[in-house]
């Protein structure tokens, strides 16, 4: 008690939020009235008031950016002079077109939702739950649910996914990264630094393939630069030392080879990924299903086990590519209701004085300890937190509420 | 009237995935129901918002050129252009909204709109009968 200053809160004054009551209506009700996007339960970040998603890290999207547009502007500044004055004037042009459709590929991949399921309100979720047998809820380790379905004609899998209170729809995965089921999942790009799933899978494809065609382009200008200049009676090592755009101190390195060096080593990544995601688009697979095997038909009587699939390369590319565009399924820019923003913003005011009121009588040891059972997917984490660390970590009432069942055992001990 | 009635129970109707990832639900009737709604009524309101989403996701002409100009233009027409499938959406909106008022509303039900439960069930509240007696 000495080394924790707990106060007796009544339950009761916790159902209204203490900072909206000696307020005026008016700023209560422009507290309330806030977008949906500022309580989504996932982990992703928000701008321009929830026009553009992001994940939670954005990984290496600048340096993505920041390599594309260096190189290009390389190439720009110091090969095409040259391949105007000695070639055409479209050079430029088509590697304008290019490096425009890449980046405009690459931030629409980035700032799209990708295929985001909403979670589970508390009614279906409850509804879901009856439906299930459970076993003895008190065991640590409840049996991981599934439910076979059909899918034109062959079994398929759901699992339940524990964070998202649902049980998945076929190709959905949940995204550890960003703490989301994803729709049709492919896979976590830390270049593009969002998800790829169903509603961008065909703006990471363009963005590939146009990436593919920007590098082998820049690659094939720069060595025609090269090679033209050495023609000119000079040898090849001459013609780049004597370039304009020498460095001065380390021979052969100029700006030009630069371009020249970044095109090499991500042409064979881009165009190797090119060719595995076209082969992913003509079989109506996505990565997550071809690394898992998902569908390799281990009987061998059938060609192809994937039930997605329409058998047919054509379709499959065009219902991947061309498909109809789905819509986001989180209302990011949605009003919240004002009951359920004040549900919100007293789920995350309440936090540690709710609990030191139950166990005010062992306050005086200061050693309250919460046993919480974290489900996170199939793992479970078991977390013992003291007091002390409550108070640090600031354990709110709503985290408690994700947890599962069988949690919140008070064991207080020494 | 207008007060607010009380909330009995709500039923889901779940998605049926036989014909793979498109939007579709279970016709099966809930027992819930059985005493509230005519089972043929209920198939048909299920069976024609099948149709609408089965009319949005549809593989046709229209939506390959919508595919290819938004590919040619870098998919900036979706910014000024509505999609075809929220065009359908609307549609489905609208429907669910008349299906409420002519047949479920008096009867104490209400239908949520699924694209609300992310396209996942179809939500129906059904009311205390009390509430609605006076």
């Known amino acids: 008690m000495k080394n924790c200053e707990y106060q007796q809160i009544d339950p009761r004054a916790l159902s209204v939020s203490p900072a909206s009551a000696p307020q005026s209506p008016a700023e209560t009700t422009a507290q309330r009235s806030r977008r949906k996007w500022e309580v989504f339960p996932g982990r992703n970040r928000f701008f321009c008031d929830g026009r553009i998603i992001l994940a939670s890290q954005s990984g290496v999207l600048p340096l993505t950016l920041g390599l594309i547009v260096v190189t290009c502007g390389l190439f720009f500044a110091f090969d095409c002079p040259f391949l105007v004055e000695h070639l055409t004037a479209f050079i430029p042009v088509i590697a304008a077109v290019l490096f425009v459709f890449v980046v405009i590929s690459l931030l629409r991949t980035s700032f799209t939702d990708p295929g985001i399921l909403p979670r589970a309100t508390p009614d279906e979720a409850a509804d879901i739950e009856k439906q299930i047998d459970t076993s003895g809820s008190s065991t640590y380790r409840p049996p991981p649910r599934t439910k076979e379905i059909l899918i034109n004609q062959q079994v398929v899998k759901l699992k339940y996914c524990f964070t998202c209170k649902m049980f998945r729809p076929p190709r959905t995965s949940h995204c550890s990264l960003c703490d989301n089921c994803v729709e049709r999942f492919d896979h976590h790009c830390p270049w593009v630094g969002n998800c790829v799933g169903k509603r961008n899978y065909r703006f990471f494809y363009s963005f590939i393939i146009s990436l593919s065609f920007l590098t082998s382009f820049i690659f094939g200008c720069v060595i025609t630069h090269i090679t033209l200049r050495s023609q000119a009676g000079k040898s090849l090592v001459q013609a780049v030392q004597e370039s304009p755009a020498r460095y001065p101190f380390i021979p052969m390195l100029n700006f030009y080879t630069i371009a020249l060096v970044i095109c090499f080593f991500s042409i064979w990544s881009i165009l190797g990924l090119s060719g595995f995601h076209t082969y992913l688009v003509a079989s109506n697979l996505t990565t997550n299903e071809d690394i898992k095997g998902s569908w390799s038909s281990k009987r061998g009587a059938e060609e192809s086990g994937n039930p997605h699939s329409y058998n047919s390369i054509i379709t499959n590319c065009c219902a991947t590519l061309c498909g109809p565009m789905p819509p986001s399924l989180i209302d990011r820019r949605g009003v919240l209701p004002p009951d359920e923003a004040i549900s919100a913003a007293s789920a995350s005011e309440i936090e540690l004085p709710l609990f030191t009121a139950k166990n005010d009588a062992h306050m005086n040891k200061g050693s309250l300890k919460l046993d919480i059972t974290e489900q996170l997917g199939d793992k479970k984490e078991r977390k013992v937190l003291t007091a002390r660390s409550l108070l640090s970590h600031r354990v709110t009432l709503s985290d408690c509420c994700r947890y599962r069942t069988s949690c919140l055992s008070w064991p207080v001990g020494e | ?134």
Do not use: W
């Not at chain 2, 996942?120 to 509240?125: A, G, H, K, L, Y």
């Open chain 2, 1 to 134: 009237m207008r007060q607010q009635a009380a909330v009995a129970a709500k039923v889901f109707i779940q998605r049926d995935y036989t014909n793979g990832t498109v939007c579709q639900f279970q016709t099966k009737f809930p027992s819930e129901l059985e005493t509230r709604l005519d089972k043929q009524q209920f198939e048909e309101t299920v069976r024609t918002l099948n149709n609408l989403y089965a009319e949005a996701e549809k593989l046709g002409s229209q939506s390959y050129i919508e595919g290819c100009l938004a590919c040619l233009t870098a998919y900036t027409v979706f910014l000024c252009m509505e999609t075809h499938y929220e065009k359908v959406l609307k549609k489905i909106t609208k429907y669910i909204q008349e299906q409420n008022d002519k047949i479920y509303a008096p009867r104490g039900l209400l239908l949520t709109d699924p694209i609300e439960r992310g396209l996942r069930v179809i939500e129906v509240t059904i009311f205390e009968d009390r509430s609605l007696t006076r």
